[in-house]
């Protein structure tokens, strides 16, 4: 077992802001690296000022997205629309094993911080940059939130109820799914620069990545020429398959049925195991022709119990089932997942946040999490220690709104 | 043009949430062998199923797309673990291996001697990749579960739908999605991590799906939500992370339409574009306050109805973007097709199916480097199709025992 996170001594220039970017890095920083988050009072970091705010009066320093985007990182303050703000942050490059950023199209070139430039300050370096519609192709300069990208990589039309309005999935997912491919392309390019002492540029599409989880929706339409329809809380797969509602109100508990025994179990489990030869229900085909009439038997048995109780009473009997659990349910009735998935960490007596800890463990245990940095937290110690400006430079470049 | 990961070598014996992080792994350019048992991995039973009439014997009639996506780009070999010499040669290959992706508790893994304890003490620099659905340790780790029951429980599944209907099940399983792209990227992590350690040490990577897949409830279901406010926010329809998203055009499809968060020029290329439109609106002056405008978003949301009801949806897109208000359009998988975006960039991949003697288009990898091509280079195997020539490669001598 290794004492050592996997990234330290990794040091990532990070340009990033929203929240897809930021979500990648706050990995990298999880799990070791040294992330210097880059950023201005000159363009707060939207996140900063939009989402979940403490009672009484917030600020940008105790955002709870915020926070759960940028633990464990090193922030400073930085006026790149000043010359002297871009040489700057090439001398962070210089010291640097990664840079990243989420901006549209071609912002960092337009500053003078495009890959080829970078790369005379550093001939390794690993640049990542991450916009919504990659770094090429007519649409370059669209811009979009996760709630845009996700309808036009598919990820709306592909589920939901015949004839309902498309909403698809929950609006930012792909700033949460996304990430994890910008990981693995930069820990992908760090082994490959291990071996070879080449840097290189990474273009990550968001909607490119969000379109690659669409499964087999592509190659379906390809093979069969036929537009995958939404199926509902149904499968192809699996009968019974779907959300069932319980006691209380909007209560629910997912139930999946596979294999012979799993139907039969669940016929037992209900009290009626007659059910299991009756012959509309007795074969898969059966059971699928069949299905509105199986899910009333099925949903009218659920509504007369308490969510937790039909999954504990099916999970016993070995068939699959799960509550459709909400907020407060992952932070106090789920059995598990408060202990085993959050974390408080607090920033003195100002605030303290609710965190999501990593969801991979390395050996066992979750890397130490610590807050989310004050806008600027870190100014002195990176410009005056990592880049050795005197007492006075410092000052001066304060006064001049470039350390900014 | 080799890929960035030559020379990993990555065994696959898991269950259907890490065939996407095989399939990753591939895409970067490592060597995974997707090791089967007898009659082959569940995969090659999940729908959807080929339609098109088989053209030549060797093909298979209704054969699981399901397999030629997820397990394109991995080579396969067949392997009885339940015998003596299957299980002897397992060990050998895992013994070769620099990444091994399996699924189960550790508990169940270490009744097949595949548990890192047993595996590391003879393999240091091996990374051990286990996914679960709810942890190994936890009072829920031998509860049963497929994707549906995942979503469910990871918090995910409540935020989708309209409120007036069920919750809605995310479409192509995005709980094995977000499972195996935190086991593909962790994996990375630990090789990364392996190759800076002078003793070249690998890592025991556990995953829970359910926490996994319930990172994507980290903005709209925050979980201060909760803990500041006792808010707990559940599915709102129509409605974006801020306010009402999506609209329908006059052709019938649909646009997502993000109102601009920040005052300033946004809200007013907005108000340009109703004026420009002939769209009739009562927007003066005291509107560009955002404070203004919040409780009164059932006006804004009128006015973008009556200009994108007047429109069709490519229109409604082009036209936004150029005035930077953030308009995409809601496509489904033959809109993707004819995106021009994603035709410059040459998105689409044809992948030969090695029986049919046609090509399917499948997606292309979510990245592009300059110093290597990422991408699916080979067809999902067939049923033991390279048994004898991964043997070899990786063991050097073909072996007895293998089914």
Same mark, same amino acid.
């Given at each position: 077992?290794?004492?050592?996170?996997?990234?330290?001594?990794?040091? *990532? $220039?990070?340009?990033?802001?929203?929240?897809?970017?930021?979500?990648?890095?706050? *990995?990298? $920083?999880?799990?070791?690296?040294?992330?210097?988050?880059?950023?201005?009072?000159?363009?707060?970091?939207?996140?900063?000022?939009?989402?979940?705010?403490?009672?009484?009066?917030?600020?940008?320093?105790?955002?709870?997205?915020?926070?759960?985007?940028?633990?464990?990182?090193?922030?400073?303050?930085?006026?790149?629309?000043?010359?002297?703000?871009?040489?700057?942050?090439?001398?962070?490059?210089?010291?640097?094993?990664?840079?990243?950023?989420?901006?549209?199209?071609?912002?960092?070139?337009?500053?003078?911080?495009?890959?080829?430039?970078?790369?005379?300050?550093?001939?390794?370096?690993?640049?990542?940059?991450?916009? *919504?519609?990659?770094?090429?192709?007519?649409?370059?300069?669209?811009?979009?939130?996760?709630?845009?990208?996700?309808?036009?990589?598919?990820?709306?039309?592909?589920?939901?109820?015949?004839?309902?309005?498309?909403?698809?999935?929950?609006?930012?997912?792909?700033?949460?799914?996304?990430?994890?491919?910008?990981?693995?392309?930069?820990?992908?390019?760090?082994?490959?620069?291990?071996?070879?002492?080449?840097?290189?540029?990474?273009?990550?599409?968001?909607?490119?990545?969000?379109?690659?989880?669409?499964?087999?929706?592509?190659?379906?339409?390809?093979?069969?020429?036929?537009?995958?329809?939404?199926?509902?809380?149904?499968?192809?797969?699996?009968?019974?398959?779907?959300?069932?509602?319980?006691?209380?109100?909007?209560?629910?508990?997912?139930?999946?049925?596979?294999?012979?025994?799993?139907?039969?179990?669940?016929?037992? $489990?209900?009290?009626?195991?007659?059910?299991?030869?009756?012959?509309?229900?007795?074969?898969?085909?059966?059971?699928?022709?069949?299905?509105?009439?199986?899910?009333?038997?099925?949903?009218?048995?659920?509504?007369?119990?308490?969510?937790?109780?039909?999954?504990?009473?099916?999970?016993?009997?070995?068939?699959?089932?799960?509550?459709?659990?909400?907020?407060?349910?992952?932070?106090?009735?789920?059995?598990?997942?408060?202990?085993?998935?959050?974390?408080?960490?607090?920033?003195?007596?100002?605030?303290?946040?609710?965190?999501?800890?990593?969801?991979?463990?390395?050996?066992?245990?979750?890397?130490?999490?610590?807050?989310?940095?004050?806008?600027?937290?870190?100014?002195?110690?990176?410009?005056?220690?990592?880049?050795?400006?005197?007492?006075?430079?410092? $000052?001066?470049?304060?006064?001049?709104?470039?350390?900014? | 043009?080799?890929? !960035?990961?030559?020379?990993?070598?990555?065994?696959?014996?898991?269950?259907?949430?890490?065939?996407?992080?095989?399939?990753?792994?591939?895409?970067?350019?490592?060597?995974?062998?997707?090791?089967?048992?007898?009659?082959?991995?569940?995969?090659?039973?999940?729908?959807?199923?080929?339609?098109?009439?088989?053209?030549?014997?060797?093909?298979?009639?209704?054969?699981?797309?399901?397999?030629?996506?997820?397990?394109?780009?991995?080579?396969?070999?067949?392997?009885?673990?339940?015998?003596?010499?299957?299980?002897?040669?397992?060990?050998? !290959?895992?013994?070769?291996?620099?990444?091994?992706?399996?699924?189960?508790?550790?508990?169940?893994?270490?009744?097949?001697?595949?548990? +890192?304890?047993?595996?590391?003490?003879?393999?240091?620099?091996?990374?051990?990749? @286990?996914?679960?659905?709810?942890?190994?340790?936890? %009072?829920?780790?031998?509860?049963?579960?497929?994707?549906?029951?995942?979503?469910?429980?990871?918090?995910?599944?409540?935020?989708?739908?309209?409120?007036?209907?069920? /919750?809605?099940? %995310?479409?192509?399983?995005?709980? +094995?999605?977000?499972?195996?792209?935190?086991?593909?990227?962790?994996?990375?992590?630990?090789?990364?991590?392996?190759?800076?350690?002078?003793?070249?040490?690998?890592?025991?990577?556990?995953?829970?799906?359910?926490?996994?897949?319930?990172?994507?409830?980290?903005?709209?279901?925050?979980?201060?939500? +909760?803990?500041?406010?006792?808010?707990?926010?559940?599915?709102?329809? !129509?409605?974006?992370?801020?306010?009402?998203?999506? =609209?329908?055009?006059?052709?019938?499809?649909?646009? @997502? =339409?993000?109102?601009?968060?920040?005052?300033?020029?946004?809200?007013?290329? =907005?108000?340009?574009?109703?004026?420009?439109?002939?769209?009739?609106?009562?927007?003066?002056?005291?509107?560009?306050?955002?404070?203004?405008?919040?409780?009164?978003?059932?006006?804004?949301?009128?006015?973008?109805?009556?200009?994108?009801?007047?429109? /069709?949806?490519?229109?409604?897109?082009?036209?936004?973007?150029?005035?930077?208000?953030?308009?995409? /359009?809601?496509?489904?998988?033959?809109? !993707? =097709?004819?995106?021009?975006?994603?035709?410059?960039?040459?998105?689409?991949?044809?992948?030969?199916?090695?029986?049919?003697?046609? @090509?399917?288009?499948? /997606?292309?990898?979510? +990245?592009?480097?300059?110093?290597?091509?990422?991408?699916?280079?080979?067809?999902? %195997?067939?049923?033991?199709?390279?048994?004898?020539?991964?043997?070899?490669?990786?063991?050097?001598?073909?072996?007895?025992?293998?089914?």
């Amino acid at each position: 077992v290794s004492e050592r996170l996997p990234l330290e001594g990794v040091r *990532v $220039a990070d340009f990033c802001w929203l929240i897809a970017g930021p979500a990648t890095t706050r *990995v990298l $920083a999880d799990f070791g690296a040294d992330v210097i988050k880059i950023e201005s009072a000159s363009r707060v970091d939207n996140i900063r000022t939009t989402g979940v705010q403490p009672p009484g009066p917030g600020s940008i320093n105790t955002n709870g997205v915020f926070n759960d985007t940028n633990t464990n990182k090193r922030s400073i303050t930085l006026n790149l629309n000043t010359p002297r703000g871009i040489e700057l942050a090439k001398q962070i490059v210089a010291r640097s094993d990664i840079v990243t950023n989420n901006f549209t199209g071609d912002r960092m070139d337009r500053w003078g911080l495009g890959y080829e430039e970078l790369r005379r300050v550093k001939p390794d370096i690993i640049m990542l940059t991450m916009p *919504v519609m990659g770094t090429t192709g007519p649409y370059v300069r669209y811009g979009s939130y996760g709630n845009g990208v996700i309808g036009y990589a598919g990820m709306r039309t592909n589920m939901g109820f015949p004839g309902r309005p498309p909403v698809g999935i929950q609006p930012l997912y792909s700033d949460f799914s996304v990430p994890y491919f910008a990981v693995s392309a930069l820990m992908a390019a760090l082994y490959h620069r291990g071996r070879t002492g080449e840097g290189q540029f990474i273009d990550l599409a968001q909607m490119e990545s969000a379109v690659g989880l669409l499964g087999t929706d592509v190659i379906e339409y390809s093979a069969n020429g036929t537009v995958p329809q939404p199926l509902g809380n149904r499968s192809r797969d699996f009968v019974p398959h779907g959300a069932y509602p319980c006691r209380g109100d909007d209560r629910w508990c997912a139930i999946a049925v596979e294999t012979e025994a799993e139907w039969r179990a669940l016929c037992t $489990a209900l009290g009626r195991p007659a059910l299991a030869d009756d012959p509309r229900f007795a074969t898969l085909e059966g059971r699928r022709a069949h299905e509105d009439e199986l899910d009333a038997i099925l949903g009218a048995w659920t509504a007369e119990r308490d969510a937790w109780e039909v999954m504990n009473l099916l999970q016993a009997a070995g068939v699959m089932a799960g509550v459709v659990e909400d907020l407060e349910d992952m932070l106090t009735r789920d059995p598990h997942l408060r202990n085993a998935h959050f974390e408080e960490v607090s920033r003195g007596n100002e605030v303290t946040f609710m965190t999501h800890r990593q969801p991979a463990r390395l050996d066992g245990v979750s890397p130490p999490l610590r807050v989310s940095p004050v806008m600027g937290e870190h100014n002195e110690e990176i410009y005056c220690g990592l880049l050795g400006l005197s007492a006075d430079e410092y $000052a001066q470049l304060v006064a001049d709104e470039v350390i900014y | 043009v080799s890929g !960035l990961l030559d020379g990993i070598r990555v065994l696959e014996l898991g269950d259907e949430p890490v065939l996407f992080a095989g399939r990753m792994l591939g895409e970067l350019g490592a060597d995974v062998v997707l090791v089967e048992p007898p009659g082959g991995h569940a995969a090659r039973r999940r729908q959807p199923f080929l339609e098109a009439p088989p053209l030549n014997e060797a093909a298979q009639a209704g054969e699981s797309l399901y397999q030629l996506h997820f397990n394109a780009g991995k080579r396969g070999i067949l392997l009885d673990e339940s015998t003596e010499e299957g299980a002897a040669t397992l060990r050998r !290959l895992v013994g070769g291996a620099d990444i091994l992706l399996l699924t189960g508790t550790r508990e169940v893994l270490a009744e097949r001697g595949l548990d +890192y304890a047993s595996l590391s003490a003879a393999h240091a620099g091996l990374v051990h990749v @286990s996914v679960t659905p709810f942890g190994s340790d936890g %009072p829920m780790r031998e509860h049963r579960a497929n994707d549906l029951v995942i979503s469910a429980m990871s918090g995910l599944m409540c935020l989708n739908g309209m409120p007036e209907d069920p /919750p809605n099940l %995310p479409g192509a399983e995005q709980a +094995y999605h977000m499972a195996s792209l935190v086991a593909a990227s962790s994996a990375l992590i630990a090789i990364v991590g392996r190759q800076a350690d002078p003793e070249g040490r690998g890592r025991e990577v556990t995953v829970s799906a359910q926490e996994a897949t319930s990172m994507a409830t980290l903005q709209t279901a925050n979980a201060n939500h +909760y803990t500041w406010h006792g808010a707990v926010p559940k599915r709102n329809g !129509l409605g974006g992370h801020s306010g009402r998203n999506l =609209f329908q055009c006059a052709d019938g499809k649909w646009i @997502s =339409f993000t109102i601009p968060v920040g005052q300033g020029p946004l809200w007013g290329n =907005f108000v340009q574009w109703l004026d420009d439109a002939g769209v009739p609106h009562e927007f003066t002056e005291e509107w560009f306050d955002p404070a203004f405008r919040q409780p009164r978003q059932a006006t804004v949301h009128e006015a973008i109805e009556r200009l994108v009801g007047g429109l /069709p949806r490519d229109e409604v897109f082009h036209d936004g973007q150029r005035r930077r208000l953030l308009t995409m /359009p809601v496509n489904d998988v033959a809109d !993707l =097709f004819e995106d021009e975006q994603l035709r410059a960039r040459d998105f689409f991949k044809p992948l030969a199916h090695p029986d049919l003697g046609r @090509s399917f288009e499948i /997606p292309g990898p979510a +990245y592009h480097f300059s110093a290597a091509e990422a991408g699916i280079t080979r067809a999902a %195997p067939r049923l033991g199709e390279h048994t004898r020539e991964v043997l070899e490669e990786w063991l050097g001598a073909t072996s007895e025992g293998v089914a």
